[in-house]
């Protein structure tokens, strides 16, 4: 449901006792303020928003398990998340960061608009939010949840591109120094770290070339891969979901799983592939 709405339908389900996994951004920022400032209304329920597990599942797993509120992340915000959160929780990079994402149409659901016409946004590609995009707060709230010392500087702008489903974001940040070694050494110890973090997940693979939007579409995989540029020393992580599967429904399954303790991956092997 879109934001707002929802959260008025999810305060009497919790009432009647009933888990919920929201898909809309009601419960995923944590300050009620935001959501003035943000989507434009006043929070119905702040008292639930600490309560409210942020649903992004390699990063909240115990408590999204035991959780009878769960936010499901945004759709950029997982794909950004999960790519820079190897490097940000052991703090390998300065604390300001670019994040470049371009999404499917799909992304915008399917009430009508403008930009969502065919003829629109057919053979297009364009920038859009660069006052600040409705993601940004998700992104630099779990950002810090995952190096509270650090104030993390985001600069955040997507795209909409001429594709049904998939995101694909590219985020780059300058090494803290230090902290890795430089040229090609630097890099196999980034790639090392990110197996490492994801070792167990059953959805993130860490992959040793930059992924396509369609080796994951229509799956609740997300694929990533980080790098060190050799000529200017930034760090370059790559990631790509289906924003439809991991970076909504799917994820809402996954986490609907580890709620009423079915296998994590249950219902998710198939591909879902309409649209
Ligand atoms: N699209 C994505 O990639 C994506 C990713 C992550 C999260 N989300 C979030 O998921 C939510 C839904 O997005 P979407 O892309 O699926 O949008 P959508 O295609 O526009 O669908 C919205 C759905 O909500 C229903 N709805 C609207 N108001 C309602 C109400 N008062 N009571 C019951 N149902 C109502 C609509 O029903 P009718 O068709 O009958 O109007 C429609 O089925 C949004 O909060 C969005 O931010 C979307």
């Not at 990631?239 to 599967?245: A, G, K, P, Q, T």
């Amino acid at each position: 449901m879109p934001h707002q709405e929802s959260a008025e339908e999810v305060v009497p389900l919790l009432e009647r006792g009933i888990k919920v996994v929201d898909i809309s951004a009601d419960f995923r920022l944590k300050d009620a303020s935001e959501y003035q400032k943000w989507y434009g209304f006043s929070h119905p329920a702040p008292q639930l928003l600490a309560e409210a597990a942020y649903g992004l599942t390699e990063l909240y797993r115990p408590r999204i398990a035991s959780a009878r509120l769960v936010a499901n992340p945004g759709c950029y915000p997982t794909g950004a998340i999960l790519a820079l959160a190897p490097v940000v929780k052991e703090a390998l990079i300065e604390p300001d960061i670019i994040i470049d994402s371009k999404s499917g149409v799909s992304g915008a659901g399917r009430t009508l608009s403008q930009q969502s016409h065919y003829a629109e946004a057919n053979e297009d590609i364009s920038a859009y939010a660069l006052e600040g995009h409705r993601h940004l707060p998700e992104i630099v709230q779990e950002l810090k949840r995952l190096q509270p010392g650090q104030m993390a500087s985001v600069t955040f702008v997507p795209h909409l591109i001429p594709m049904t489903r998939g995101i694909l974001t590219t985020c780059y940040a300058q090494p803290a120094p230090g902290k890795l070694a430089g040229g090609k050494k630097g890099a196999e110890e980034l790639q090392e770290l990110y197996l490492d973090f994801y070792r167990d997940e059953p959805f993130v693979r860490v992959v040793a070339s930059p992924p396509h939007t369609r080796h994951t579409s229509g799956s609740n995989l997300c694929l990533i891969h980080p790098t060190i540029n050799p000529i200017t020393g930034k760090l370059v992580i790559i990631s790509c979901i289906d924003n439809l599967v991991k970076g909504a429904g799917g994820q809402a399954v996954q986490n609907m799983n580890l709620m009423l303790g079915f296998p994590e991956t249950a219902g998710l092997q198939a591909l879902a592939i309409y649209p």
